[in-house]
């Protein structure tokens, strides 16, 4: 199975965020948006897990590799930057705060492709 690691910058000034892709297809769009050849489904959106990942263990949640898509605009209420969800990790999924433990940062980006 591929798997590949990658660096986000979920808002402005945000400290940066790992998650890891597990499909090759979506590895290979995350590093087209890197190569500036995919321009418009640059953002990152997947479902929070609420717990840390060896991947990214600074933090106490992680986006679902299996449900991580790229898109061009987000619904506000998916928008956070990763220290606020952080911040209020009880209440994701509740109304008005991530529907569906969604979790879709406006301006994030992908800043990097980690080694393995």
Not at 2 to 29: C, H, M, S, W, Y
Not at 90 to 107: I, Y
Request: net charge negative; aromatic share 8%.
């Amino acid at each position: 199975m591929a798997t590949a690691r990658f660096g986000l910058e979920a808002a402005p000034n945000d400290d940066e965020f790992v998650f890891r892709l597990d499909d090759e297809k979506l590895i290979g769009q995350a590093r087209d948006i890197l190569a500036g050849i995919e321009t418009s489904k640059v953002h990152v959106q997947g479902r929070v897990v609420p717990e840390k990942s060896d991947h990214n263990p600074d933090w106490d949640l992680h986006p679902d590799p299996g449900s991580i898509t790229f898109f061009d605009e987000a619904d506000d209420d998916c928008d956070a930057s990763a220290h606020y969800v952080a911040m209020q990790l009880d209440h994701v999924g509740e109304t008005g705060f991530l529907p569906g433990s969604t979790w879709a940062p406006a301006r994030s980006k992908i800043t990097r492709e980690l080694d393995t």
